[in-house]
């Protein structure tokens, strides 16, 4: 699978480099927007602009970046191919031994080819809000052109294994005081260069020069396996940079590249580099890009509940106003408590400073009735899952807002059509279905009625970006995008269940995939009454498609809600701290198939496996068959972004490529043995 962006390329070389020289000092610009990406052509540029800064035998070369930040990275579109001359590493090689000293002056994010080009200059200084980072394991790939052998030689080999493969960005300031930087500058980046070359220190020995002290990595590596969840290249990313305490500069670089050439061809880089366009794309929908979207400052959410709070907690951080409203003045204020809670976690935290939660508490109101949303640019409600609830906020909410901004229902599962049916301007109203927690969690699905116009879902796009979110359009279905593959999900896993398998054997093997959680242990962490008043929503309208197994109703009807009811208990047993397997449960299953007559097959990790992922992947089809989601794309962002599947295994479309349709049109076909008339066969499975 290719994306649009995975081959696109930029202008010719004298476009994205030029180079001027004055009185003996020659100033380099790379000019090749978006984010000034190290593509072939820049390259080629580079190499040119060296041999005329050498040629007219430069007393130094500032290199500089136009726009908005300094390199940020090789350029991710060329990847999918092998890499056109000249390379990376040797145009590095050439600027670090170029007889006039470089001087990198950096401004935005220096990422990933973007620090090496850096690290190969004889000077570096940087504007202070800098940030400096190896994001390559972000990508399952480590840096290629001598990064993680120059870094530890600069700022220490711990400090340099633990960017290279935790890949988070560092500032300017921890950068410098590790020796990374000459100088930090603030304001005009001309003066500043002015500045450093009239007081030019030594110049140092070639960083690829310089020996490393070792270092004993043991904590970081426990630290990173960990972290990886199964991720390959962050301890590849850890072991290669080890080799710089041991192998010469050229001997280490050359195993870092080939790693670094072997890598861009795995599954887990081009799954991951496949979610990177497509989480730029999908939130961009090309048929909105040139529709004019309305400002945003100042938000309505009805509701104060964990999913009102979380939402007005995030639009807090946006720098938004934000007015709460609620039934009563009671409810306003333990509204009011949980966003004020959530602003004092960060606070404590350290993720803001006083100033900004200052700032946050400032911005928001929480009180009852609806008159503070008069002038608000858009409202959310997130009250009870309920339609007429819901309804009669939005004709609340339109009876003093403006007619032209947008209000959105915060459903997880009702039809948005339902709920504005009849309201006036119906071209306002949409769904926006937030996750929780709302204050943390990225995916946002924006789902249109049949009347909603392009400008309100543009601008709801923008917002719902502008808060950091991640955005994917969906088509009105019950459960959406994601809640309607959790449901085929969940829906395969107590057949198993319900036919052998323990609820516990399910959950190992979906961890054993990579989920974060099984469909049972996440069942417990988000409570069992809502899938269960769902459920019987869909029973009484006569909607849920095929078989049905009791055991979940079973365990509600006990008050087995799951962590945090009253009971404490759902599938597992967490009284006792961290939630154990219970042997209640496993009676109740065992009554359960008893009673039904059930065949007691057992189901191995791969069969449970393969079931679960030819259930979600088949509904996936079915969605795109319906247009519900528009491409696979959207399918995989929901899912990684939303229910946790791995991302370096690219999302259900990318991982059911890479297995293989075979096997699954395989697991399929037993599945509908399993529990016929249960599953709508989409077309790659019929
Ligand atoms: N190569 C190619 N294209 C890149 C790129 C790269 N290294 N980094 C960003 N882009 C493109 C994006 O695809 C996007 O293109 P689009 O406008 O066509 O969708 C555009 O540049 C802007 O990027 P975006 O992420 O939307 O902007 P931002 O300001 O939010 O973030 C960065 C900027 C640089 C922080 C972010 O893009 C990033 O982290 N890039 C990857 C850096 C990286 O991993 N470098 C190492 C590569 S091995």
Redesign the pocket.
């Known amino acids: 699978m290719t994306t649009r ?1 995975e081959n696109q390329k930029s202008g010719p070389a004298d476009k994205v480099v030029h180079v001027q020289i004055e009185n003996g000092h020659a100033l380099v610009t790379i000019d090749n927007p ?2 000034n ?1 190290l593509a072939v052509t820049v390259r080629r540029g580079l190499m040119e602009a060296l041999a005329k800064v050498n040629d007219a035998k430069c007393e130094t070369a500032a290199l500089i970046c136009a726009g ?2 300094f390199v ?6 060329e990847f999918a191919g092998p890499p056109p001359l000249p390379h990376l590493p040797d145009v590095l090689s050439a600027i670090e031994a170029s007889d006039t000293p470089f001087i990198a002056v950096m401004h935005g ?1 220096v ?3 973007g620090l090496e080009l850096a690290l190969a200059c004889a000077y570096r200084i940087a504007d202070k809000a800098t940030r400096f980072g190896l ?2 394991v ?2 399952g ?1 480590i840096p290629g052109a001598g990064g993680t052998q120059r870094l530890p030689r600069l700022i220490g080999l711990e400090r340099a294994a633990r960017m290279a493969s935790i890949g988070k960005p560092v500032t300017a300031k921890d950068f410098a005081g590790w020796g990374g930087l000459d100088q930090i500058f603030e304001g005009d980046r001309m003066a500043a260069i002015a500045a450093f070359r009239a007081n030019l220190p030594a110049r140092p020995d070639m960083t690829s020069a310089r020996a490393v002290e070792d270092a004993d990595l043991t904590a970081l590596t426990a630290e990173v396996k960990k972290a990886a969840k199964g991720s390959n290249a962050p301890l590849i990313a850890l072991e290669t940079t080890a080799l710089a305490a041991k192998l010469p500069f050229a001997e280490g670089a050359a195993i870092e590249r080939q790693t670094h050439l072997d890598l861009r061809s795995s599954s887990q880089s081009r799954a991951l580099r496949r979610l ?2 497509a989480g ?2 999908v939130t ?1 929908p090309a048929r909105l890009k040139s529709v004019d979207t309305a400002p945003v400052n100042h938000v309505a959410i009805v509701g104060g509940g964990l999913m009102g709070a979380g939402i007005a907690a995030s639009c807090l951080a946006a720098g938004h106003r934000v007015t709460m409203i609620e039934r009563d003045e009671p409810s306003a204020e333990a509204g009011h408590g949980r966003v004020e809670a959530i602003i004092a976690k960060d606070l404590a935290s350290g993720r803001i400073n006083q100033d900004k939660a200052d700032a946050r508490r400032a911005g928001f109101t929480a009180s009852a009735g609806y008159a503070g949303a008069f002038d608000a640019d858009i409202a959310i409600e997130a009250v009870f899952e309920d339609a007429d609830v819901k309804r009669a906020v939005f004709g609340e909410l339109s009876a003093v807002m403006r007619q032209d901004a947008p209000i959105a229902t915060n459903t997880s599962y009702l039809d948005p059509n339902m709920i504005s049916e009849g309201m006036p301007g119906p071209d306002r109203f949409l769904g926006l279905h937030f996750f929780s927690p709302a204050n943390i969690m990225k995916l946002v699905e924006v789902v249109g009625t049949s009347a909603t116009s392009d400008r309100t879902m543009a601008t709801a796009f923008a917002f719902a970006r502008g808060l950091g979110k991640i955005p994917v359009e969906t088509g009105v279905c019950d459960g959406f995008i994601g809640n309607r593959i959790l449901s085929a999900y969940r829906r395969q896993a107590d057949y198993m269940v319900a036919d052998g398998a323990s609820p516990y054997e399910v959950d190992a093997a979906m961890r054993e995939l990579g989920m974060p959680l099984g469909p049972y242990e996440l069942q417990d962490r988000t409570g069992l009454q809502i899938s269960w008043a769902n459920r019987k929503r869909q029973r009484a309208s006569g909607t849920w498609p095929g078989r049905y197994v009791e055991i979940a109703d079973q365990l509600c009807e006990l008050g087995r809600l799951g962590r945090g009811s009253p009971t404490n208990r759902g599938w597992y047993d967490h009284s006792d701290g961290p939630g154990k397997p219970d042997p209640e449960v496993e009676a109740i299953v065992q009554t359960y198939r008893a009673e039904h007559g059930a065949k007691h097959e057992s189901f191995s990790r791969d069969e449970i496996v393969l079931r679960v992922m030819a259930a979600i992947v088949n509904e996936a089809h079915l969605i795109l068959e319906e247009g519900i989601a528009f491409a696979p794309e959207d399918i995989d962002v929901v899912w990684t972004e939303g229910y946790g599947f791995p991302k370096h295994l690219g999302g259900l479309m990318f991982w059911a490529e890479e297995t293989g349709m075979a096997k699954l049109r395989a697991a399929f076909a037993a599945m509908q043995a399993q529990s016929p008339g249960s599953w709508k066969a989409a077309k790659p499975f019929a």
């Open positions: 962006s978006p984010v990406a908005r930040t940020a990275g090789g350029d991710i579109s994010t990422l990933g080819g994001p390559e972000n990508l790939l990177f366009f730029r794309s961009r």
